[in-house]
């Protein structure tokens, strides 16, 4: 980025990976947690709930992939 290169493929599945293992974390978390963890006002509720909304928004897994997959010409 710093070079002034965009690298849209990195980006693009960085963003999958990086939510998916969010999400993979947020069940954990909610796992250990118990039912705590589902409790409104508990920490783990929230990132568990919202985790979503950061997987979706800004291109969802399917849109990056895609993405991702046009830019590489497959
Ligand atoms: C809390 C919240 C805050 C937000 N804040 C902002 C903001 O600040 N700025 C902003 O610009 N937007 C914002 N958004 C909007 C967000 O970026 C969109 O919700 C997101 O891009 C998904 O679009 P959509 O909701 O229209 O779903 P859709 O585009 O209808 O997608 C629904 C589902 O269909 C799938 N899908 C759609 N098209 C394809 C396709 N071509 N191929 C395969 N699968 C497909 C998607 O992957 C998804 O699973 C916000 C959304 C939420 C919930």
Same mark, same amino acid.
């Given at each position: 980025?710093?070079?002034?290169?965009?690298?849209?493929?990195?980006?693009?599945?960085?963003?999958?990976?990086?939510?998916?293992?969010?999400?993979?974390?947020?069940?954990?978390?909610?796992?250990? +947690?118990?039912?705590?963890? +589902?409790?409104?006002?508990?920490?783990?509720?929230?990132?568990?709930?919202?985790?979503?909304?950061?997987?979706?928004?800004?291109?969802?897994?399917?849109?990056?992939?895609?993405?991702?997959?046009?830019?590489?010409?497959?």
């Amino acid at each position: 980025m710093q070079r002034g290169e965009v690298p849209v493929v990195e980006l693009s599945l960085l963003k999958v990976q990086a939510t998916e293992t969010m999400e993979y974390c947020a069940r954990e978390a909610l796992q250990i +947690f118990g039912g705590a963890g +589902f409790m409104r006002g508990n920490k783990v509720e929230r990132i568990y709930r919202e985790v979503r909304v950061y997987a979706i928004g800004g291109g969802s897994e399917e849109i990056m992939r895609d993405l991702a997959a046009r830019q590489l010409a497959l």
